[in-house]
């Protein structure tokens, strides 16, 4: 089992940038592939970007693409969502989530951290 915590939310200016991290514990860190979700309120939580075991061919969701980056460091059990050229509409909740496969479903995840991003 792993427990996952993330941090970095706040509140920014549209336009603006956060660096969003996931701490994991527990079994191997490098076993899971990671990935990143949001939920605004009033609607469901949807996929935000997924990176695999080593880290390389991480995907996106169409939104987000060439403004968000997702990394890890196996070494510090952590994963990071870069966000820059922020907008209003991608104010929510943040969660970090493992899975052991990409065949799988995302087993484990984080409690999440709130970003606001003002107009």
């Known amino acids: 089992q792993v427990q996952l915590v993330e941090s970095g939310g706040g509140l920014v200016q549209a336009g603006g940038s956060l660096r969003l991290s996931c701490a994991a514990s527990?079994?191997?860190?490098?076993?899971?592939?990671m990935g990143w979700f949001r939920q605004a309120p009033g609607k469901e939580r949807e996929f935000v970007a997924q990176?695999?075991?080593?880290?390389?061919?991480?995907s996106y969701t169409d939104p987000v693409k060439g403004r968000f980056t997702i990394s890890r460091d196996n070494a510090k059990n952590t994963v990071y969502l870069e966000m820059n050229s922020l907008k209003p509409e991608d104010t929510a909740v943040y969660y970090c989530?493992?899975?052991?496969?990409?065949?799988?479903?995302?087993?484990?995840w984080g409690q999440g951290t709130q970003v606001t991003v003002s107009s």
């Open positions: 527990g079994r191997t860190f490098s076993r899971y592939v």
């Open positions: 990176i695999n075991y080593s880290g390389d061919r991480p």
């Open positions: 989530a493992a899975r052991t496969s990409v065949y799988s479903q995302y087993q484990y």
